[in-house]
Structures are given as C-alpha cells and as structure tokens.
Nanobody, 120 residues
Framework: QVQLVESGGGLVQAGGSLRLSCAAS????????MGWYRQAPGNQRELVAV???????IYAPAVKGRFTISRDNARNTVYLQMNSLKPEDTAVYYC??????????????WGKGTLVTVSS
C-alpha cells in the first residue's frame, strides 16, 4: 500500500505561480513513475506531467513551458512548479504513483487532490 498526500494548492491570480507537493508513504520501495493529473468541473481527469524513472518527463501540451515536474526520491516526493498560471488551469490536481507489483504488474495509487483556482 502507498499513501499519497498532496499540498500546495490555493487561489492565485492569472500570471502567478504555485508549487504543488505530493509526499508518498508506505511501501515506497517499488514506486515507479509519479505524476500529476487534473480535473476541472465537468471535464475528465487529464494528464498534466509525469516523472519517469530514467527517462525524460512527459508534459501535456497545454502546460509545456510553464509547468515543471521534479522529484526527490530520498523524500519520496514529487513536485509540480506551475508558472504563468491561467484561469483554464483551475482544477483539482491529483498525484498518482505507479507501483510495481509481483509478478511483473503495476498498480496505480491516487492522492485525494488539491484545488488550484486561478482568477482572471
């Protein structure tokens, strides 16, 4: 079992910045990719950014160049630095961890989310 706790959401004006954090606890030894997803009201949950072990991160086109994902493996924490925020970035942001299971499978764990509101 892996538990994920997000923090750092809040209200910010357009053009501002926020930094989200997601701390993992529990069976963190087998964590692989960690990423951020978001869901705006009335929309489906969508990928924002993923930190992949040994590979370049993945970003959604809408956030590329504005958001940066980083990871501290010693602290089992993934961060999302969000700059030049726009009202359309308003959403609940969720952290996801992919955990390797035996024999050779994976399981996804999700945090409860943190709300980001960008005012115009």
């Amino acid at each position: 079992q892996v538990q994920l706790v997000e923090s750092g959401g809040g209200l910010v004006q357009a053009g501002g910045s926020l930094r989200l954090s997601c701390a993992a606890s529990g069976n963190t030894f087998n964590i692989g990719d960690m990423g951020w997803y978001r869901q705006a009201p009335g929309n489906q949950r969508e990928l924002v950014a993923v930190s992949r072990r040994g590979l370049n991160p993945i970003y959604a086109p809408a956030v590329k160049g504005r958001f940066t994902i980083s990871r501290d493996n010693a602290r089992n924490t993934v961060y999302l630095q969000m700059n030049s925020l726009k009202p359309e970035d308003t959403a609940v942001y969720y952290c996801k961890a992919q955990v390797y299971t035996s024999p050779g499978g994976t399981m996804d764990y999700w945090g409860k989310g943190t709300l980001v509101t960008v005012s115009s």
